[in-house]
């Protein structure tokens, strides 16, 4: 309902960061950009790369193309044929979004508001892949954590700080924002307002008599209206598809059993272990709890003595290999050598001293070559027919950087070669409506759309591993309006279609005009000199205009925009013609007799204050820190990102 006040008073909420989760909504960006985040102090006179500055903080191109990249794969997961057209329209927030960032940190570094090393580390202690055995922070998974995410210390550290720096200067402001109910009445007692009054419908059909073009009114209009019915580019294109399927490609029964004696861990037979571990930091606490284990004593209560310095886990069903990787190679050979039922250790690992018991040792089957041939089989086709396409492609482009022509590549590496009709650049054909290309070609329409018509041939990936395809122009007709005489049908609705409109808008400025004098509205509607549908009477409260589900019709709109006794034109959204309202009765509403309306109104205008203050705090920290940004270099970006570079 809130938001009805807003459209009302003409109030932006704006497309950028939305206050009540802005926090959320930057610490989802710092994620994504994580590897970017805080990136120097060069300022725009010796970096044009740098898009943002506040402080010492830096907003780059660089890590806004990255940022943008992400969106874009992330809507594709959604909308596989999404380009950078689709998320164009999200550049603007999350480049403020990233500013915004910038701006609390160097907003903190300015007031010494500075967050302690060991704060930092308990954050980072809390991600699960850095925790060890013992579930405690352990370096060697974090450094682990840090090359699978492509990340330093320093990254990881800068990100949390950022995280840190918007749950503790946002929150505050944002959060327990109050109305009174005084505040919220006036409000909630517009939405019990309830208004009256008529709507005369102004038909563009009403118009169009006696409306017959002349040559000279079409050949003006034509002229005008160029624009209108230019057909855009079309382009013929030579198409070549390479694979995803290679001919000839096979496997041997030798190769089949090669790679089956190659692979005996994964095929023969394979050993799990249940264990139970107990890790300690010192040695003598860990001969105390192999002691007591080997005097039949469970692992729990063998432990139990050394109290928290002991940390003991379950681990079910373990590899050799996947236990090696978590315990490491010595403990692992240890534990495996070893029968079911005994107790291995004392022995040293990164985490401490590890004593661990061996539960239970289960066998699995391995598969014998008669039944692993088919899987492996599927394998090495798929192997082998990958490096043959890889080979065809280099034939084909190594054909290409040598100077031959479309025709003489594809017949370098045996082709098959087609050709469109003329199509647009959305695949379609504007000559034969029926056809389309198919999807995974819309990249190769894209490279062929770009190319000019001597240019060497383009080599495209398709999608989904659909492998290659060459494209190039075989033919380019340019954007240009088809003759009139060729559209002299269209040329002649449309005419009439426009000659009606203004005649309607006419009639009905002069009806609104007539009403707005003290004219009934039913009387300046005959007076028009056209026969129009009666006047129809107009009735609702507001509440039912802020809580409609769906668009609301226009007239009903127009009804609470205007005063009492006045009239204004409106357009019908479907373009058939205009409405004129015409307000007769306003009852004010009173919320005193609703109280339950004025509650939830303090609740939505708490909301939106919080937002308020959060977005009103963000601007001041920008001003106080003197943000800049590099409209050019911005430009730049986004006219780089749309031809599809990076």
Do not use: C
């Amino acid at each position: 309902m809130l938001s009805f006040f807003r459209n009302i008073s003409k109030s932006k909420i704006g497309t950028g960061v939305l206050v009540l989760i802005l926090v959320a909504i930057l610490a989802g960006f710092a994620i994504g950009d994580i590897q970017n985040f805080g990136t120097g102090d060069v300022g725009f006179g010796s970096s044009s790369s740098t898009l943002a500055k506040v402080g010492d903080q830096e907003v780059t191109d660089r890590e806004m193309s990255d940022s943008m990249q992400r969106r874009l794969q992330e809507v594709r997961q959604q909308r596989p044929d999404a380009d950078y057209a689709t998320i164009a329209g999200d550049f603007d927030t999350i480049l403020s979004a990233l500013i915004d960032q910038r701006t609390m940190i160097a907003f903190a570094d300015k007031y010494g508001f500075h967050l302690s090393k060991r704060l930092v580390d308990a954050e980072i202690a809390q991600i699960p892949q850095t925790k060890g055995l013992n579930g405690q922070f352990s370096d060697q998974a974090y450094q682990a954590f840090l090359a699978q995410q492509r990340l330093t210390d320093a990254q990881v550290r800068q990100i949390i700080t950022g995280g840190l720096l918007q749950r503790m200067l946002l929150t505050p402001v944002a959060a327990n924002a109050r109305v009174s109910v005084g505040m919220a009445t006036p409000y909630a007692s517009m939405l019990l307002e309830s208004r009256e009054g008529e709507a005369a419908a102004i038909p563009l059909g009403a118009f169009r008599a006696g409306l017959k073009p002349g040559d000279a009114d079409l050949q003006k209009f034509y002229v005008a209206s160029r624009a209108r019915y230019t057909i855009p580019e079309q382009r013929a294109l030579r198409i070549a598809r390479i694979g995803p399927d290679v001919p000839g490609v096979a496997t041997s029964e030798q190769e089949i059993a090669a790679y089956y004696n190659a692979n005996l861990e994964t095929y023969g037979a394979r050993q799990t272990r249940s264990l139970t571990q107990a890790v300690v930091p010192d040695q003598a606490s860990a001969a105390g709890i192999a002691a007591r284990a080997k005097s039949g004593a469970s692992m729990s209560a063998a432990a139990a003595p050394a109290g928290a310095n002991a940390a003991v886990t379950s681990v079910p069903d373990q590899t050799r290999a996947a236990y090696a990787g978590a315990a490491g190679e010595k403990i692992a050979a240890a534990v495996f050598a070893a029968p079911a039922g005994a107790v291995v250790g004392p022995l040293q690992s990164d985490f401490g001293w590890v004593v661990v018991k061996v539960d239970a040792v289960k066998s699995q089957g391995g598969k014998p070559l008669a039944q692993a041939r088919e899987e492996i089989a599927g394998k090495l086709l798929v192997d082998k027919n990958k490096a043959a396409l890889e080979e065809l492609v280099d034939t084909v482009q190594t054909a290409i950087d040598e100077g031959s022509n479309f025709a003489e590549a594809a017949a370098a590496a045996k082709l098959t070669v087609t050709t469109t009709p003329l199509i647009a650049a959305n695949g379609r054909s504007l000559p034969n409506p029926a056809f389309r290309a198919p999807a995974d070609l819309a990249g190769a329409i894209k490279a062929g759309f770009e190319s000019a018509p001597n240019d060497p041939p383009e080599i495209v990936t398709l999608p989904n591993e659909g492998g290659y395809v060459m494209v190039a122009p075989l033919e380019v007709v340019p954007a240009a309006p088809p003759p009139l005489p060729n559209i002299r049908e269209r040329l002649t609705t449309d005419w009439i279609d426009h000659q009606s409109a203004r005649r309607a808008r006419s009639a009905a400025e002069a009806i609104a005009a007539k009403a707005n004098r003290g004219v009934p509205l039913a009387q300046a509607v005959r007076e028009a000199g056209v026969a129009l549908p009666p006047v129809r009477p107009l009735a609702a409260r507001r509440i039912q205009i802020a809580t409609a589900q769906g668009a609301v019709p226009p007239p009903l709109q127009m009804l609470f925009t205007l005063v009492q006794g006045k009239s204004r034109m409106v357009a019908d959204p479907q373009g058939r013609g205009l409405f004129v309202v015409k307000v007769t009765k306003i009852v004010p509403g009173n919320a005193l007799l609703q109280p339950s309306l004025i509650n939830q109104m303090q609740t939505e205008l708490q909301q939106s204050l919080s937002e308020d203050y959060a977005r009103q705090f963000i601007a001041a920290m920008r001003a106080e820190m003197k943000a800049t940004t590099n409209v050019a270099a911005i430009q730049a970006l986004k006219v780089r990102l749309a031809s599809g570079a990076n």
